[in-house]
């Protein structure tokens, strides 16, 4: 573990632009690096003067909202200050007339749905990791098996605000669903990994809760028999919010057999829905079951323990594809012994490998799915992994277009203190 | 022709067609407007490449010799998005137009961007699939277009806009090298580049392919219009419908006098006397639709509804929607000139926006009729004057504007789907504070430092590629070399 320690005048400079200032501990790690302090801001401007002693005296900076996902992608090459904004933590507007809202970077995800459902709405992003919040959200670009139906943060983000590297505050987009006025600065910033700015506030667009909903599920035993399945499904009229996959070895890795199952989330109105889901039992066959109230094994959950640390980690993809690569990259999960969880009907699916698989085991499958993955359209990272695994694994793969990435971030952060080497191409 | 232009030309001639590279002034002038026609300038030379690697091959030659592009498609756009530079080459890509791929199983088309809108949709129809966003002007506005201005139209209040049935592009920097951007699966690693090129307005790079989503096509569509005699009481109505949890497909307004020339020119047989129509659309799996159609009947007649037509066939459907889509030209019928604006404002302000405009109107004696997309409070008013009449052009400009500031004093936005390019840069600094505009021409600057890539849009004031703001101290480097004085 990298421990990074300050001198005195960029203690002094750090402390005096923020009233919340400490030495980071062993729980501040950002994976494998201890950041030299800590900093919490309780508000923009304080995170504005944070960044601004940090360019005057050159120090790295990695911004934390709930710290859920700070081992994902790749560990920082430098960490002088961790800059937590989980101070700021509020809901700033609600307009439920017009299926908006607008939280600090810090809120939990669960408090902005609390805020929101209380009028019947929802911001329609599942929570994939306990604890998340906006702006980890959106940094991670974390998504579950909704997108199906209303896609993923892209899809529901209308504005931000974001702090530059320079200290500088900037916004773009606003809080109507509908604008097309000067770049989509907020869709750069999705899935950046705090590499571009820090994200201060965010607007969303919100969705009516439905009145109900129900899982529909059948068993599968063979890749080609989900696929038949999940296009039967998405070329019916179901109008499904969500069809899940979950793909694995009953008996221990690598064995060539695996099993698993096809889930349909219907939701809408309660009629609607009850007529869906015979269409879907109808398609999924006689073995197909539902239930109304509870999810299938997994829900919206990846499959590994994101509250692992350390070794305990299991090696974790995040695999897309062509819609009809399904069939593919289920085959290519089962022989390389992982376990496959995700969207069948977005084309974006989640997988692992046991905790204590060596390198080398973890080279070889993240090889294979890659090659698949990318053969169909697609591509394949990896999400977390022990640190001696992920040193040795391509984190991100192939990355087209890598060149205009890197002048986007020298634009950005032309010194690169923003959580350097967290993002691909090492940015 | 100036001598880097001759040299774009020299170049164009060796990789294109004779009849594909347009120097001559008569044939350049049938070039210089897009949809906003009172802006025109002739551009210097025309090229119509056939692929994407004669259009890479120009784009190169501009960057060699520092010559400014804009690439146009149908020209239908209506903030002068595609004016060309007097200077520059203009790319028109309406040779561009195959279907490259059609792909229902994966629910992808890839289309060069020269296709016509419709066009994705006509094919992908067999299939059962359909391409969502549907600009008023789907007949003849193109894909590459559409992506270049992120637009809407009727049906995005459901389904969204260009940029979410937008999975990936093969696009052309502005040194002519092709990148690919996304591809058929989403969340490419690495940041999203394609969400920041679509509806950049041509000012990153051009797109020369461009993968785009299919949607299932619905079980059931219901299209209804209904007759208020008020603005107010038609407002009230879909608010009530929104209120509900319902997200119909569309819900579109017009007032009595975009009613009046949608009448007068395609005879839509709209309810007469009306003083606002909706025109709502309801499509999904067909027992929902039926049940929320009783929903939104009821809740129109609550508000007032005088008169409910629900269309009972797709030609019934079609005559419709004709009456909405054809409100912008149809409104020549009415008044030779006229402004089509296009704002944005949070739904629930409707009332208040649409009584205040009514009072713009009546105070400055221009008249206007009103056409918007009233379920996400997408405005366009149409401003309508006389040129020959002198002043009244200032005066319908001056309306226009109030009503932009009106937008943005509402929370809302100056432009929800018809761009800001040359139209509108003006007004950018009203809604963005100048940090929020630079920190944008960041991105500018990464893509295009040359500043070649459609120069002069979006932006009221360009930002020098090389430029820190905001660390200049002492004097002006002006001041330094002898040059000028501070007075």
């Known amino acids: 573990m990298r421990i990074h320690t300050l001198d005195q005048t960029a203690r002094e400079a750090i402390a005096s632009a923020c009233a919340d200032v400490q030495d980071a501990t062993d729980g501040d790690h950002v994976d494998t690096v201890t950041p030299g302090l800590v900093a919490r801001p309780t508000d923009v401007a304080q995170v504005a003067e944070v960044l601004r002693a940090a360019t005057a005296h050159r120090l790295s900076v990695v911004p934390r909202g709930r710290g859920t996902k700070l081992s994902w992608g790749t560990p920082p090459t430098s960490a002088d200050v961790l800059l937590d904004v989980s101070a700021l933590d509020r809901v700033i507007d609600h307009a439920a007339g017009d299926l908006i809202v607008a939280a600090q970077a810090g809120t939990p995800l669960a408090d902005v749905q609390q805020a929101v459902g209380d009028a019947g709405q929802r911001l329609a992003l599942d929570e994939t990791v306990p604890g998340t919040s906006i702006g980890g959200l959106l940094a991670a670009n974390t998504s579950g098996p909704r997108r199906v139906a209303i896609g993923s943060a892209r899809d529901l983000l209308i504005g931000i605000t974001v702090v530059r590297a320079d200290g500088v505050v900037a916004k773009a987009g606003g809080r109507v669903v509908k604008n097309v006025a000067g770049y989509d600065l907020g869709k750069l910033m999705i899935g950046s990994f705090g590499t571009l700015a820090v994200i201060v506030d965010a607007t969303f667009r919100l969705h009516p809760l439905p009145a109900a909903r129900t899982w529909v599920s059948a068993p599968v035993s063979s890749p080609a028999e989900a696929q038949r399945l999940v296009q039967s499904v998405l070329h019916a009229q179901a109008v499904p919010a969500a069809i899940e996959v979950e793909w694995g070895s009953d008996s221990g890795p690598a ?71 399904l069939a593919d990259v289920m085959q290519t999960a089962t022989e390389t012994g992982v376990t496959l969880r995700g969207s069948a009907g977005a084309g974006v699916a989640y997988a692992a490998l046991a905790a204590g698989t060596p390198v080398e085991a973890a080279r070889t499958a993240l090889d294979r799915l890659r090659r698949t993955c990318t053969g169909r359209g697609g591509s394949a ?7 001696d695994v992920k040193s040795g694994l391509d984190v991100w793969g192939p990355v087209p277009a890598l060149d205009l990435m890197s002048r986007v971030k020298d634009q950005f952060d032309p010194d690169h203190r923003l959580a350097p080497g967290r993002f691909v191409g090492g940015l | 022709m100036n001598t880097d232009i001759a040299a774009v030309a020299d170049v164009a001639r060796r990789v294109l067609p004779e009849a594909a590279v347009i ?20 551009p210097a030379l025309v090229v119509i490449p056939e692929d994407a690697t004669q259009l890479a091959a120009i784009v190169r030659a501009c960057a060699e010799y520092g010559v400014p592009y804009v690439a146009r498609g149908s020209g239908t756009g ?19 137009r195959a279907i490259t791929e059609m792909r229902p199983e994966d629910q992808r088309a890839v289309v060069e961007p020269g296709v016509i809108n419709l066009d994705v949709t006509r094919a992908a129809t067999p299939h059962g699939y359909y391409y969502a966003p549907d600009p008023s002007s789907q007949q003849i506005c193109s894909i590459g277009g559409n992506v270049a201005e992120n637009s809407g139209g009727a049906h995005c209040l459901k389904y969204g806009f260009t940029t979410n049935h937008v999975l990936g592009a093969d696009f052309v920097t502005s040194e002519g090298d092709t990148v690919p951007l996304g591809g058929d699966a989403p969340d490419s690693p690495g940041y999203d580049l394609l969400g920041a090129v679509v509806g950049s307005e041509g000012t990153l790079g051009i797109v020369t392919s461009t993968t785009v989503k299919l949607v299932r096509l619905p079980e059931e569509v219901r299209t209804i ?21 319902i997200v119909p497909a569309a819900i579109e307004m017009m007032d009595a006098l975009a009613v009046e020339a949608a009448e007068a020119a395609v005879h839509c047989n709209y ?23 009783a929903e939104v009947e009821r809740m129109c007649a609550e508000n007032g509804a005088f008169e409910q037509r629900l269309a009972t066939d797709p030609a019934d459907r079609a005559l419709i929607w004709k009456g909405r889509k054809s409100a912008f030209a149809a409104v020549g019928r009415i008044s030779p000139d006229y402004i089509v604006q296009d704002g944005v404002i949070p739904r629930t302000a409707l009332p208040q926006v649409l009584s205040a405009i009514a009072e713009l109107s009546s105070s400055s004696g221009v008249r206007v009729a009103n056409v918007f997309h009233a379920g996400d409070g997408n405005l366009h008013p149409l401003v309508l004057f006389d040129d020959e009449i002198e002043g009244a ?25 018809h761009g800001v390019g040359m139209d509108k840069a003006k007004y950018m600094p009203r809604m963005y504070t100048d940090d929020d505009l630079d920190t944008m021409q960041m991105v500018r600057c990464a893509f295009d430092p040359q500043n070649i890539s459609n120069p002069g849009k979006i932006f009221p004031t360009p930002r020098l590629c090389g430029e820190v703001p905001g660390r200049h101290k002492g004097a002006h480097p002006l001041q330094d070399a002898g040059l000028a004085e501070v007075f």
Do not use: N
Request: charged share 20%.
């Open chain 2, 78 to 96: 209506l903030s002068g998005g595609a004016l060309p530079h007097a200077d520059g080459v203009l790319v028109v890509t309406s040779r561009m």
């Open chain 2, 393 to 417: 052009g200032e005066a319908a400009e001056r309306v226009s504007g109030a009503i932009l500031d009106l937008c943005i004093e509402h929370g809302g936005s100056i432009t929800g789907e």
């Open chain 1, 255 to 325: 064995t060539g057999t695996a099993t698993g199952v096809v889930s349909v989330l219907l939701e809408g109105r309660e009629d609607g829905v009850a007529g869906r889901a015979a269409t879907v039992r109808a398609l999924l066959g006689e073995t197909a079951t539902e239930s109304a109230t509870d999810q299938p094994a997994g829900g919206a959950t990846y499959p590994w323990d994101v509250t692992a640390a350390g070794d305990d980690r299991a090696t974790a993809f995040k695999l897309t594809f062509a819609l009809s690569g």
């Open chain 2, 225 to 245: 219009l209904v007759g208020f005699e008020t603005t107010d009481q038609a407002g009230a109505a879909t608010s009530a419908i929104i209120s509900a949890g």
């Open chain 1, 381 to 387: 990272v990896v999400v977390d992994a022990p640190t």
């Open chain 2, 23 to 42: 120097t001559d002034r008569a044939r350049l002038r049938t070039y210089e407007c897009d949809g906003l026609a009172h802006y025109r300038v002739t």
């Open chain 2, 271 to 293: 309810p007469a006397g009306a003083g606002a129509v909706l025109v709502i659309e309801l499509d999904g799996a067909a027992i929902e639709v039926e049940q929320e159609y």
